[in-house]
Structures are given as structure tokens and as C-alpha cells.
């Protein structure tokens, strides 16, 4: 006697044939009705057949369906760098913005370099996304866009451009000058900036609206007191011990984002110095970390959510010259306690 025992008959995959036979409709009926860019999933016959399906535990086999319609419903996200949070803000929004038109996002990081978005791109594309979003556009640079364009892929840039390809971007000389008018208005006059990488349109617009708000003043700019910076915490820092080692520093400071703000305060108040009451300080974007440090900082809010929906529905736009190369939305000026008005 044979004391092996038998075999565990594998268990045969539900198919779309056996909910229809289940729900007493056809198996058309049935892909349609457990579609939801087809049919509210709130309709009483199509959660009767979803009801039915989750019961017999029916998987859509998404590959099958998405290659019927010659689409995989993913969407392609080149940043730079996912540790800095304001990109991980927007591939966040980028997410939640695709999610109820049935579509998933995958994102490639290049550290910011042009051949490895290059790279990505070529990535993300042989794995069938139906678009691209990218946030790595430098100003004046073609090289990206044409290939892009070459390859036939839809694509959008995000945050940034290139001064050639449609993007949805912050106004982010409108911010500029926001947030130095807000310091003007609080009656500083020494006024510096910590610019950002000259390549990214997002930090040379902000710089744009610093230099409009100064001039509308009637404030002169102090060559000495634009300090250069990447995007991030460190190079905040370095910038600013340049601007406090001056012996006529600054009475308020815009940092071009949050994380150079925060960089900017780490060495001020090393320095034994107050934020607001000895240097002012502004930063951009409104991260969630600076509302809560030990001074709220003052800050120019961009609207993430209102950015990624116009992303992605920018990139089912038609192209052709009625198409708007750059879509723009407000930021808006959100005054803490970092900045105050001079010698109060």
C-alpha cells in the first residue's frame, strides 16, 4: 500500500466565466461592470456582480485588460530625489491624483543628473507606462525633451521646465516676490537671498521675484548678499555662515525653499542669534516640518494637490499649438514667527 499522500489538486483560477455564470449575466456585462472607468461601482447591479466576485474570489487579471485597451494605466515619475520631501509631496499628490482615473504611479530617482533621467526615461517607457511626468527639467536644455518627443511618448514636466516642453509649475515669480515684499512690508531693507542651482527655473523665477520686489521698492541689491545653494539643508548652512560672517549683514533672509530655511536658522540661532528679532527669515513650499520648529517659519505655501491633478490631466491633453506650454498655479504667503517687523 502506497503511503504516500495524494497530491493536493491545485486550485483552478476564478475566471470572468464563472462570475458571469454566478451572477446570471454575460461575461461582458460582467468585464464592464468591474471597471470602474466604465461603471460606478455604486450601481446596484454592478455591486451585486462585485459582491458575487469578491465571494468566489475572482482577481482581475489587469495585464489582459489594460493590453486590450493598448494601455498598462501606469504612469512614470522621474525626480531627482525622493529624501527630499518636497519631492516626495508631490509623487504623493502625483499618486492620489491618478488613483481615481484608474491609473498607478511608479517613480525613478537620477540624483539629478540629465543622463540618468535619460536613463529612467528609457526605463520606465520599455516597461509601457502611458506617460511621463518629470521634475528634472534644466532650464535651456533640450536634450530630454527630444528625445522624449522622438520616442512618441506623452510627457509633462512638473515643478520645473525647459523652456521648450509643456509643464504645470508653481508661480514661482509671483512667490519671489511674495515673500520678499513681505519682509519689505515688515520694513526690512537689508535684504538677502540664498539662490538657488541656476540650471532649475523654479529657484531662477523665485530670484526673478526677489529682484522685481526689490526694485519696486526702490531697494538696491547687494551683489554680496545673494548667496548660491543647491536644494538642501547643508547648502542652506553654508550659505548662511557666509551671510552672517559679513560684517553688514542681512536683517532678513529668503531662503529659495524650506530646507535651506531650515539650514538657515540651524546657524543663525548656533550663532546665538534671534530668529525673527536679529535676522528674519522666509523660506518656499510649506513642508510640513516648519510649522513646527522651534520658530514656525514663515514660508510661501505651493499648492501640491492642485500642481499633480493638472499634471496628469495634462498628459491627455492633445498636443498642437492651441496646447499651453506652461500651466501655472498661485502659491500663497504664509506668515509665522520668523519673521517680524525690524527693531520692534
Known amino acids: 500500500m502506497d503511503d504516500e499522500a495524494p497530491a493536493t489538486k491545485a486550485k483552478s483560477r476564478v475566471t470572468l466565466h464563472d462570475v458571469a455564470a454566478a451572477s446570471g449575466v454575460s461575461k461582458s456585462t460582467v468585464s464592464r461592470l468591474l471597471d470602474d472607468r466604465l461603471t460606478r461601482p455604486d450601481t446596484p447591479k454592478a455591486q451585486h456582480v462585485r459582491r458575487i466576485a469578491q465571494e468566489l474570489g475572482y482577481v482581475r487579471d489587469l495585464s489582459a485588460a489594460n493590453l486590450r485597451r493598448g494601455s498598462t494605466g501606469m504612469i512614470g515619475v522621474i525626480v531627482p530625489r525622493l529624501t527630499d520631501t518636497v519631492m516626495a509631496m508631490y509623487y504623493e499628490a502625483l499618486a492620489r491624483a491618478a488613483a481615481p482615473l484608474g491609473k498607478f504611479t511608479i517613480v525613478a530617482n537620477t540624483d539629478d543628473s540629465p543622463e540618468a533621467s535619460l536613463r529612467a526615461a528609457d526605463a520606465l517607457i520599455q516597461r509601457g507606462v502611458d506617460g511621463l511626468i518629470l521634475t528634472t527639467a534644466r532650464t535651456g536644455n533640450a536634450v530630454l525633451s527630444d528625445a522624449l518627443e522622438a520616442r512618441g511618448v506623452p510627457f509633462v514636466f512638473g515643478l520645473r521646465e525647459d523652456g521648450l516642453a509643456p509643464a504645470v509649475v508653481s508661480d514661482d515669480v509671483l512667490g519671489g516676490y511674495l515673500a520678499t515684499r513681505h519682509?519689505?512690508?515688515?520694513?526690512?531693507?537689508?535684504?538677502?537671498?540664498?539662490?538657488?542651482?541656476?540650471?532649475?527655473?523654479?529657484?531662477?523665477n523665485r530670484v526673478a521675484g526677489f529682484r522685481q520686489a526689490m526694485a519696486e521698492a526702490g531697494l538696491a541689491i547687494d551683489d554680496h548678499l545673494m548667496a548660491q545653494s543647491t536644494f538642501s539643508i547643508e547648502s542652506g548652512e553654508t550659505a548662511a555662515e557666509a551671510l552672517l560672517a559679513r560684517p553688514d549683514r542681512p536683517t532678513a533672509i529668503f531662503a529659495m525653499n524650506d530646507n535651506t530655511a531650515i539650514g538657515a536658522m540651524s546657524v543663525i540661532l548656533r550663532a546665538g542669534l534671534s530668529v525673527p528679532d536679529d535676522i528674519s527669515l522666509v523660506g518656499y513650499?510649506?513642508?510640513?516640518?516648519v510649522s513646527r520648529l522651534p520658530v514656525p517659519l514663515t514660508t510661501v505655501r505651493v499648492p501640491f494637490d492642485r500642481l499633480a491633478s493638472l499634471t496628469v490631466a495634462a498628459l491627455d491633453e492633445p498636443t498642437g499649438p492651441n496646447r499651453p506650454r506652461v500651466a501655472k498655479v498661485e502659491p500663497t504667503m504664509i506668515p509665522r514667527k520668523s519673521s517680524a517687523r525690524r527693531g520692534r
Do not use: V
Open 285 to 289: 513650499n510649506d513642508i510640513p516640518i
Open 183 to 204: 519682509l519689505i512690508d515688515l520694513g526690512h531693507e537689508r535684504i538677502a537671498m540664498i539662490c538657488g542651482p541656476d540650471y532649475a527655473t523654479s529657484s531662477l
